[in-house]
């Protein structure tokens, strides 16, 4: 009985001293902890070139933490068609962000998307993807992506810039340049396993108001287009709400 009560009292002194403690880890996480929500409307999804689906709403939710000299980063996207095609889809993402120096950061992660709908080919898909990004005008990067489902490998190079319009509205600009290729474009769940060549671009330009320092509502027009066997293009719009908390 004695020895019960003896241990009971440590661990009661263990567990008050130690509460302290856990409790400012929390608050040391928690208060660095940076997470932004957003939900889109697209009158077309087009990924990389190739139309997935017709309008869609398009909800993500992004998690950023400082780890090390760099920040941690994960979260999801989602693309749920409002036309009626079996074009749904789910992202799940995460990576690391490290600074070079302070011009230049390089940033690595995974990317897993599911494609929910029955009878979807592929199911889903894994890619890992690295690159380098720089604080320069038109804050341009390059990554690479690898495609493991299609054999693809992607490089794509990104600019985009800022244009003050009012004290709390900007336009936001810009454009994606890819070139890839895939040795098994069936994904092994058909037969064959046919290679294919590509490039396509991507412009926008969006209108962006800020309803205060972690929200904003945005419109804009979309060009994007790809170069495969023939060229296929397409014009449209989206629209988003974005929060941060």
Not at 104 to 121: E, L, M, N, Q
Request: hydrophobic share 40%; glycine share 10%.
């Amino acid at each position: 009985m004695l020895r019960m009560s003896l241990v009971r009292c440590l661990v009661l002194s263990a567990a008050s001293l130690a509460s302290p403690i856990l409790l400012d880890a929390q608050d040391e996480v928690l208060g660095n902890l940076s997470i932004s929500a957003n939900i889109g409307f697209e009158s077309e999804y087009i990924f990389r070139g190739v139309k997935q689906g017709g309008e869609s709403l398009q909800p993500s939710v992004d998690a950023l933490h400082p780890l090390g000299s760099g920040d941690l980063y994960l979260g999801f996207w989602a693309s749920q068609d409002l036309s009626g095609s079996p074009s749904d889809e789910v992202d799940f993402y995460a990576g690391y962000t490290f600074p070079l120096s302070p011009i230049f950061a390089i940033s690595g992660g995974f990317t897993y998307y599911w494609f929910p709908d029955d009878g979807s080919i592929p199911g889903s898909e894994e890619e890992p993807y690295f690159g380098i990004f720089a604080d320069l005008p038109l804050r341009p990067s390059l990554f690479a992506y690898y495609n493991i489902a299609l054999e693809q490998i992607l490089l794509e190079l990104s600019l985009r810039e800022d244009f003050q319009v009012s004290e709390n509205s900007f336009i936001e600009g810009g454009v994606a340049l890819g070139i890839g290729r895939a040795d098994d474009s069936n994904s092994d769940e058909l037969e064959g396993k046919p290679s294919v060549n590509f490039g396509y671009g991507k412009v926008y330009v969006d209108l962006v108001y800020e309803l205060n320092q972690m929200s904003s509502v945005s419109i804009g027009v979309r060009y994007s287009g790809r170069q495969e066997s023939s060229y296929t293009d397409y014009l449209y719009w989206g629209a988003s709400v974005a929060l941060g908390f």
